[in-house]
Each structure stands twice: as C-alpha cells, then as structure tokens.
C-alpha cells in the first residue's frame, strides 16, 4: 500500500494517531508531514515504516503518492482535499467546525465520484458519538441526548487545535441543539453546570459541533445538546464526558440511561483514537472500503469496535445509571 499522508502529523493528535496506526497495522507506511522538517522526521524515527516530508499547504506539491490524505490542521486552500480527490483517494478532515464544512461539501457536491471524505470535527474525532451510538443500542426510541464534556485548560490541544477554537469562536459563539426536532442556534441561552464524578459542579457552556446533526440523524432523537466546560484545577489532565439518554426500551418502557467516558491522561489519547479509526476504517483496513462521498465517524465506524479500541488507550466507559421508569 502507499503511504498515508499524514498533514500536521507531528503534532500532537497526528504523532498519537500515528503511533495508533503504527501498532495496529505495523506495515502501513506512513508520511509525517509539517512545517517543521526536523520535528516530523523525529515522530517519523520513532515510528518506523514512516517518512517525513516538509510541506506548504498554501502550495502543496507531492512527488510521490499516497493512499489517504489525513488533514489534522487547518488548509484554508483546501489543497489537500484537491490532491485526494485528483488521486481518487480517501480524505479525512478534523479542522472544520459545524459553520466551516461548506467548502468541503461543496467540494465533494462537484466531484461525487472522486474520493471519501470524512468529516470528523466532532468532541474527540468522533469518539465521544460513537460512545453515544454504543449506549442508545438499548433503546428501541431515543427521544432525548444529552451529552456533558469536561476538559483540563491544559488539555485543550496544540497550537492547530487551539486556532480552530478561536476561529470557530469567531464564526459564532452560539450553541447549536436539537429541540423537538429542530435545529436552533442559541445565542442568549442562560449559563448551565456540568456535574463532575465527585459531585461539585462546574460553569459550562451550550456549544456547537457536528455531533448534534451526526447524532440527531444517527438515532432519530429530536433533542440532542452538548455542554463543554473548561476545568481550572491544578493537576494531572482528566477528561469526564457524561452522556444521558432518555426514551423508550425496545418493549415500549420508559428508559433513561447515563454512561461515562473518563480518561486519567486527558482528551489527546481519544482524540487520537477516533482519527486513526477513521483512517481505518476509510481505508479498508477495518471493514471494506468507504465509497466516494461524504461521511461522519458515527456513519461508517462500529460503536462496539470503537468501545474495544477505546479501552487500549486507557479510557473507561461505563454505565452509571439504568432507570426504566421516568
């Protein structure tokens, strides 16, 4: 196989993805790229069955090919996109926010039959929705999602994750959620609280992300939100997701489930998680191919396989509570 082209691959997300992709496919080879030569080289040493390669997005010029264009940092000319698609190859994008993915679909709209394109902004590449679809399994009518995030202030990513907030912050900082079935932006919602594993609570805020939309289809569920908040507290990084689902079991019962995903070492493992799945599965490595188009993580990826890989990067993820009265 040629080498996967990993964008901005020795930063953080791209040097744990790589490290993922590198132990469960160990001849998959493998191209680091990023502004700095050097510091690709280093992640790609490490690696094996890898090389690094020094690239300008604004002109990106390719003497050899690849098999997958993997984009972890923001290419504004979409220069990438257009190399995956001139090659017929799959492309995967984690830098588009929900109001961004225009010039992307657009895109994929001119040229249907050229490549798949993953679009994978969600919380944590994915992983957090693909935990989503794994809980609503025992439901057989999902009316109601609910999802809760933490992340450490040390732990929000590199310098390409934290421009892609600001940006995304400067497109709108209205949340976006799913209320009886439609999809409303919220701009002067009052503050909420997220409540930790240890009982205190925390200021949050109502947020926008392609989990909303991926789930509200995936499921069918008319009330879908997602709450983010910053944690202040000195300490190793921990990341706390608390997801509440709230419908009817297969039998008509009212059910209302929460489940945790928790991970001691922060959001970069997870994050790193649900890009490499989304290679994967992209390429065929797992499952068969993906077809030309566009596709989301919940849309291609299995929840149940996900959960397996979820507990190789020591993450939990467990059910906290199971009401079947409302």
Not at 276 to 300: D, K, N, W, Y
Request: net charge negative.
């Amino acid at each position: 196989m040629k080498p996967v082209l990993i964008l901005g691959g020795s930063g953080q997300a791209g040097a744990g993805t790589a490290r993922l992709l590198r132990q469960w496919h160990p001849d998959l080879p493998l191209t680091i790229a990023g502004r700095d030569l050097a510091r690709a080289q280093r992640v790609a040493d490490e690696l094996g069955t890898a090389t690094a390669l020094s690239v300008d997005l604004h002109n990106l010029e390719l003497a050899t090919e690849h098999s997958a264009v993997v984009a972890l940092l923001r290419d504004d000319r979409f220069n990438g996109l257009r190399y995956a698609q001139d090659n017929a190859i799959p492309y995967f994008s984690i830098s588009s926010g929900p109001m961004e993915i225009a010039p992307e679909v657009a895109a994929v709209a001119h040229r249907p039959n050229a490549s798949a394109v993953m679009l994978a902004s969600h919380f944590f590449a994915g992983t957090v929705a693909l935990a989503t679809l794994q809980a609503a399994k025992s439901f057989g009518q999902l009316d109601s999602i609910h999802i809760r995030a933490i992340q450490d202030e040390q732990d929000i990513g590199g310098p390409a994750a934290l421009a892609d907030l600001e940006r995304w912050a400067t497109a709108s900082s209205a949340g976006l959620v799913r209320r009886d079935g439609v999809f409303t932006w919220l701009a002067d919602e009052p503050p909420v609280e997220i409540q930790r594993a240890d009982g205190t609570t925390i200021p949050a805020q109502t947020v926008a992300g392609l989990d909303i939309p991926g789930l509200a289809f995936a499921t069918g569920a008319p009330n879908v939100q997602v709450d983010f908040a910053v944690s202040k507290e000195p300490g190793q990084p921990l990341t706390e997701v608390r997801i509440t689902l709230e419908g009817t079991d297969p039998a008509g019962t009212p059910l209302r489930t929460t489940h945790s995903l928790i991970n001691q070492s922060g959001q970069r493992p997870l994050t790193a998680l649900g890009i490499a799945l989304g290679v994967e599965r992209l390429l065929g490595l797992q499952g068969t191919p993906a077809h030309p188009g566009i596709h989301t993580p919940e849309s291609l990826i299995d929840p149940t396989y996900a959960m397996e890989r979820l507990a190789e990067v020591g993450a939990t993820f467990a059910e906290l509570e199971c009401a079947t009265t409302i």
